[in-house]
């Protein structure tokens, strides 16, 4: 069945950086896009990146343009998301799934929690 383990969360200073990971499987990693969402406390689930296979086009939220990166090793079945410049903002679980802009699958795995925080 269909499975997504993120990974890489944790507590960080404003300003500093974290590399979230997500091994998916339980399909065709390598002719999926994928992309990265976030759900802060009682808000809903947004989108803040994607990139489609092999990797020609690639979208992020305003909120994240230039200071997240994603990208994907189809070697690993996994997708990575780079963060930089973190903002207390940027304080949510953050969850993978399969599709561009929209995810393809109901489920979600466990999600990582990044908090940003002094």
């Known amino acids: 069945q269909v499975q997504f383990v993120e990974s890489g969360g944790g507590l960080v200073q404003p300003g500093g950086s974290l590399r979230l990971s997500c091994v998916a499987s339980g399909f065709t990693f390598s002719s999926n896009a994928m992309s990265w969402y976030r759900q802060a406390a009682g808000k809903e689930r947004e989108l803040v990146a994607g990139i489609t296979s092999p990797g020609g086009f690639i979208t992020y939220a305003d909120s994240v343009k230039g200071r997240f990166s994603i990208s994907r090793d189809a070697a690993k079945n996994t997708v990575y998301l780079q963060m930089r410049s973190l903002k207390p903002e940027d304080t949510a679980v953050y969850y993978c799934?399969?599709?561009?802009?929209?995810?393809?699958?109901?489920?979600w795995g466990q999600g990582t929690q990044v908090t940003v925080s002094s």
């Open positions: 799934n399969a599709g561009y802009r929209n995810p393809r699958y109901n489920y």
